[in-house]
């Protein structure tokens, strides 16, 4: 769906989380193309606060700014507040990040904040917004997961649960709501070019075969009707179908032996 008939059905507002960096700032940008006026969140406002302006100077759209700690569980009343009087016709829960490394040398608490960001921020607006979204009875929920929500992950274990929860949360919700003429898209990218590697002390320079966030985000948008699950690209789909296809045991060994070998690197430094 393109054009004025996308803006029809999805629009008139959005709604994206985190949006001050990487697929979600990929998101508000492909939206305000779209015609959809922006609810952004994130916890950097002076980047919200700068893109907001960038794009209703690009797009003349309406972007309202909300910042707000997605690990505080009291942030889904915040953005409730902010989106107080919009007709938001799609949901963008994106922000979320990633840990690596043994499992045993995560901070916990850390850890609990990555639980309440990956998933419960999904669980409270995806409750907070469906209630719009069903009296509209059109509009859309993506929830940004990865690949490494479609099996176990070793050395990554805490957040590929993370993303198993967010695809299985994603197919539960494209059952209930298909009668109800939403849409709900888990959407799996693999590895996407944006600062997310950085903060996880992987230098993004030794990563092969990287997406864009704007690829992610357009291909995303343009697959809405392609739920519940949705792997982003060629590449990542042809790599998970042959992992999945393997005994599940190997195909984890396999994984570790390989993690393990790329991680040595880090850990020694
Ligand atoms: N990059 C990849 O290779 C890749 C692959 C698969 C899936 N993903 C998923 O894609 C999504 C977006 O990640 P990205 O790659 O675009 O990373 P990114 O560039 O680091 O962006 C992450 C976004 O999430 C926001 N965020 C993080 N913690 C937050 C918090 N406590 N409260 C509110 N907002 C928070 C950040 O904003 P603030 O820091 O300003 O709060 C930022 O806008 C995540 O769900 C990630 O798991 C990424």
């Known amino acids: ?21 990487g697929i979600g700032d990929a998101f508000a940008r492909e939206l305000a193309e779209r015609g959809l006026n922006l609810l952004l969140v994130a916890r950097r406002a002076d980047r919200l606060q700068q893109l ?16 707000a700690d ?13 989106a107080d009087g ?9 922000a979320g990040f990633g840990l690596k490394g043994p499992h045993q040398a995560n901070d916990p608490a850390h850890m609990t904040a990555m639980l309440q960001v990956n998933c419960g921020a999904h669980l409270q607006l995806t409750h907070r917004f469906l209630p719009g979204l069903l009296s509209r009875g059109r509009g859309a929920i993506v929830l940004t ?16 649960a993370s993303k198993a929860f967010t695809n299985s949360l994603g197919e539960s919700l494209w059952g209930e709501l298909q009668p109800a003429g939403l849409d709900v898209l888990a959407v799996c ?29 357009v291909l995303s948008l343009d697959n809405l009707r392609s739920g519940p699950v949705y792997v982003v690209g060629e590449q990542n789909r042809a790599m998970f179908d042959v992992l999945l296809g393997m005994p599940r045991r190997a195909a984890l060994l396999q994984m570790a032996d390989n993690i393990r070998a790329a991680l040595l690197p880090i850990e020694a430094s």
């Open 70 to 82: 997605l690990a505080d569980p009291a942030a889904a009343d915040l953005i409730a507040k902010a």
């Open 145 to 160: 997961s990865s690949i490494e929500g479609l099996m176990g992950i070793p050395f990554s274990a805490a957040y590929a």
């Open 86 to 94: 919009m007709d938001i016709g799609l949901l963008v829960s994106n």
């Open 1 to 21: 769906m393109k054009g004025d008939e996308f803006l029809a059905h999805y629009g008139p507002a959005a709604l994206v989380t985190g949006a001050s960096s």
């Open 189 to 217: 990218p693999g590895s996407t070019d944006t600062e997310a590697h950085a903060l996880q002390g992987i230098d993004s320079s030794t990563l092969e075969g990287m997406m864009s966030p704007r690829e992610v985000a």
């Open 52 to 67: 907001a302006t960038d794009l209703q100077a690009a797009h003349g759209v309406n972007v309202t700014v909300c910042a």
